[in-house]
């Protein structure tokens, strides 16, 4: 009886080591094992990069940032010209639109700028809202002086849409009648203010900021160029060579309807109609465009933007170039013939036939080099080299830029230019090493 009480004992001590062991070994297992990061791998596409890809598809190889997924946008219009100076067929534009996202309390404010016949809610546009906004910025974004709406609502019929130093004007009066808009019906409440814009927008926010150098509406603290052409009309002339239907017709309808047929026997192998950026990449991944077919693509998108542009400046200016000059179009009248005629009307043929006689009247004295030149960086080189709060950000194989360009850029900006070495035009907006270096500018100081 008392080997069977000992041995009990014996064996409830027994357990309780082990207990006690198993325990202790938990213990020191917690306390010795070191705590990794965890590591989410973001996804990339898989096909082989170019500078023309990455424009179209964007820089996809790179992970994309972490931004937010939507924002509380706040769409805006305010009335600039009186409205019986709109022609009908404008009836659904009557208003100038723009966009404001606003933070609880007072903060630095940033107008930014979109591209050639962009809107200010481009997806490119979306993209820089969400990377400032998520800096604690106010963010109004504005359409482009190209973009039909703010074409028919702009009170200038004088100088054509392009005159960089005169689209800063005009950008400069909406700026302000914007933000007096938003003060009062909105709240909203600055503690500085910025601006920057891409592509086009960028070039309009270095002469913008010139101009607030002698206004001081707004005393800009920063202003970004993001992917700035160096000469407007070198840029165009490029992407103009990209859809070149005068001479080259019928091959480019050829080459079109072949992507379309690739296009459309993939979309419809997908198991799933979904069309999100993944499919879009599918697409694009399996259709194996050329560089021939991704230039067409370009080409034709920015002949797209340009034919908009070129009709709203037609019939806003009654130029008769490809409406019928004072003739007043009913909203119900066909337009067909009129984007037709657009379609076929090259940014080096509106340069020639309307911006430079346009220009030559004022100035009779006046060289086509005279006018390519006021339409590029080089006008304001001096201010550009000089300007502390000025910063630049573009990429090395940039489609629109010519030889010896960024090399131009880094010369002017020196220090306070990022080059990056990919990402062709504007396709790295939402990618990290982008949204980063956006952060370091802004928040930190510099490049």
Excluded at 1 to 6: A, G, S, T, W
Excluded at 205 to 219: R, W
Excluded at 324 to 347: C, G, N, P, V
Excluded at 427 to 443: I, M, P, Y
Aim: glycine share 4%; net charge negative; with cysteine.
């Amino acid at each position: 009886m008392r080997k069977m009480i000992f041995f009990k004992h014996s064996q409830r001590k027994l357990n309780s080591v082990r207990i006690f062991s198993v325990l202790l070994i938990i213990m020191l297992a917690a306390c010795s094992s070191k705590e990794e990061p965890v590591v989410v791998a973001i996804p990339v596409c898989d096909f082989e990069y170019s500078r023309y890809q990455a424009t179209v598809t964007g820089y996809c190889q790179e992970p994309a940032a972490d931004l937010p997924k939507s924002l509380n946008v706040i769409n805006k219009s305010i009335t600039i010209k009186p409205l019986n100076e709109i022609s009908e067929i404008f009836w659904f534009n009557k208003k100038m639109k723009y966009s404001l996202i606003k933070q609880e309390a007072i903060a630095p404010v940033i107008f930014i700028i979109a591209g050639t016949g962009a809107s200010f809610e481009s997806a490119k546009m979306i993209s820089l809202q969400k990377s400032f906004f998520q800096q604690g910025y106010h963010v109004i974004s504005l359409s482009s002086p190209t973009f039909a709406n703010f074409i028919v609502n702009s009170p200038n019929t004088q100088y054509m849409p392009g005159d960089l130093a005169h689209d800063a004007k005009d950008l400069y009066k909406v700026m302000n009648l914007v933000w007096a808009q938003v003060q009062t019906e909105d709240e909203v409440k600055a503690s500085s203010f910025s601006l920057t814009g891409y592509s086009l927008g960028g070039a309009h926010s270095a002469f913008i900021a010139l101009i607030d150098e002698e206004k001081q509406a707004f005393n800009f603290e920063k202003v970004l160029l993001i992917n700035p052409p160096v000469s407007l009309y070198n840029s165009v002339s490029i992407l103009d060579e990209y859809f070149d239907l005068r001479n080259n017709r019928q091959a480019a309808v050829a080459m079109f309807d072949e992507i379309f047929a690739r296009f459309s026997n993939i979309y419809s192998a997908q198991r799933s109609s979904k069309f999100d950026q993944g499919s879009i990449y599918n697409l694009f991944k399996n259709a194996e465009l050329t560089e021939a077919e991704f230039k067409l693509l370009i080409g034709a998108s920015f002949r797209m933007s340009s034919s908009d542009m070129i009709f709203a400046i037609d019939v806003s200016f009654n130029t008769g170039a490809i409406t019928y000059k004072d003739h007043t179009i009913d909203k119900f009248e066909s337009l067909t013939h009129s984007m037709q005629r657009a379609s076929d009307i090259t940014f080096g043929d509106y340069f020639d036939r309307a911006m430079l006689p346009r220009a030559q009247r004022e100035d009779i004295n006046l060289t086509k080099a005279d006018l390519i030149k006021r339409y590029s960086l080089h006008a304001i080189e001096d201010y550009l080299k000089t300007s502390e709060k000025i910063y630049l950000v573009t990429n090395q194989d940039d489609i629109i830029l010519q030889a010896g360009e960024v090399e131009y850029l880094q010369e002017v900006f020196a220090e306070r230019a990022k080059i990056f070495p990919r990402g062709g035009h504007c396709g790295n907006l939402d990618r990290l090493s982008f949204v980063e270096h956006l952060h370091a500018t802004f928040q930190g100081g510099g490049n």
